[in-house]
């Protein structure tokens, strides 16, 4: 592994596919997607644009799950594999000493960072009922302490570094209105408690071709001898809708707002029937990656056409392979 992996654990069990022979693909998708069907649990519509970590002997995520009423709602669960879960049907109910910030109406396209001793909880949430990003910790995803709501609305897509940065918290979001988004930049905002975020950098702007409309943070950053290698969804707006499709960048290690590199090409675009077919077709949206640092293999968990959760994988040499020929 020429690329040498930072602050994450030995994952042997991490799910995994190699590469389909004759194949030169970056990246390429599990040969049983989708993962996670719509109906997996009995309330659920679809289940999509989730996120998975690391727990104990085996995984633990937070998964959005749109209901049979087509309510948004976030759900904990639990797996040995990472491929085969046991999902809460019941939503995640959030503690908190703040009544103003009693869960609201919906939640969705949660990501999951652990930071120091727990797991960070990054979502969607519908303060007064209006999008924002809500932040909630846990030790055990049974028990979900809330804290304050990062910014005002409208916003989505927040997603923590997953160490301080110069003793600071590090949050990429992307500033957005009410409705379906038609534009939006990426940006970087940092706290020194958790409460307060401020000093906020512009990071990255819609570059044309598959990402000329809007981007968005994916899962959480994964820290490298070279930088913060993070993938990240980008949409183009066609004669038949948006389609949304997932790239790469590396971000400086210290100033993570500098953009060091950034591909040109997609790494993944809604080409399979489970990702051209659903509830909102041509979407590929990434909301987490699971990394093994002894071999630098990624599991990124994707939402396809925002009814079922899909994996693909890739290797962390193989991505630098790909940023350092393919630049924008």
């Known amino acids: 592994m020429k690329t040498k992996v930072l602050g994450e654990r030995s994952l042997p069990n991490i799910p995994w596919e190699d590469r389909p022979k004759g194949s030169i693909d970056t990246v390429w998708r599990y040969s ?12 659920s519509n679809s289940i999509f644009n989730s996120a998975v970590v690391p727990y104990k002997d085996g995984y633990a995520g937070v998964f959005r799950a749109d209901h049979k009423s087509r309510v948004m709602n976030i759900h904990a669960g639990f797996s040995k594999d990472a491929l085969n879960w046991d999902i809460n049907p019941e939503i995640i109910k959030f503690k908190t000493d703040i009544p103003e910030m009693e869960y ?3 939640g969705y396209d949660p990501r ?4 120091e001793d727990r797991y960070y909880v990054t979502w969607c949430n519908a303060y007064a009922g209006m999008p924002t990003i809500g ?3 846990t030790y055990d995803f049974k028990e979900f302490v809330q804290l304050e709501n990062a910014y005002l609305p409208f916003n989505r897509n927040g997603v923590m570094f997953p160490r301080k940065i110069n003793g600071e918290y590090v949050m990429m979001s992307r500033p957005s209105d009410n409705g379906h988004t038609p534009f939006g930049d990426m940006f970087i905002s940092r706290s020194l408690d958790m409460t307060y975020w401020g000093r906020h950098r512009h990071l990255m702007s819609p570059a044309g071709g598959w990402e000329s409309t809007k981007i968005g943070a994916g899962g959480i950053p994964i820290e490298t001898d070279r930088g913060w290698l993070i993938f990240y969804h980008g949409v183009l707006t066609s004669c038949n809708g948006f ?3 997932f790239g790469a960048a590396l971000l400086d290690t210290n100033e993570p ?10 790494l993944i675009s809604p080409q399979a029937p489970y990702e051209l077919m659903g509830d909102v077709p041509n979407v590929c949206f990434p909301c987490a990656n699971l990394v093994d640092a002894d071999t630098g293999k990624i599991a990124i968990y994707y939402g396809v056409a925002d009814t079922h959760t899909g994996i693909c994988f890739t290797t962390v040499d193989l991505v630098m392979d790909f940023l350092d020929n393919n630049l924008r």
């Open 32 to 43: 049983k997607n989708p993962v996670i069907k719509r109906d997996h649990i009995p309330c």
């Open 104 to 106: 609201f109406q919906y």
């Open 112 to 115: 999951v960072c652990f930071i």
């Open 135 to 137: 932040v909630a910790y």
């Open 243 to 245: 389609v949304y499709s």
């Open 257 to 266: 707002w500098k953009v060091l590199k950034r591909g040109i090409d997609y």
